[in-house]
């Protein structure tokens, strides 16, 4: 290859780097983990896993979580993204 298509090439792949950035933000995805675990991905840098028995806990709590975000809303931050 000469010096060009290297320099093509590179250029090629940091768009498309680019383009796949974007593309993955603000887009959430669930997964099964390895260990057999529900993961959320899109929520922050890192994925949140938990066992079903964990997220079935937790989504009983939804009107409780509601409830309480409400309540402490003036202490809560918000994220910009």
Do not use: C, H
């Not at 983990?33 to 949140?48: I, N, Q, T």
């Not at 079903?52 to 937790?58: A, H, M, S, V, Y």
């Amino acid at each position: 290859m000469s010096d060009e298509d290297v320099k093509a090439e590179v250029e090629r792949l940091r768009a498309e780097n680019e383009q796949l950035k974007k593309g993955v933000a603000g887009r959430s995805a669930l997964k099964v983990s390895e260990k057999g675990g529900v993961s959320v991905y899109g929520l922050g840098r890192f994925p949140v896993t938990l066992y079903k028995e964990q997220w079935e806990k937790l989504l009983a709590m939804t009107d409780d979580l509601k409830k309480f975000i409400q309540e402490n809303a003036a202490k809560l931050k918000v994220k910009d993204r």
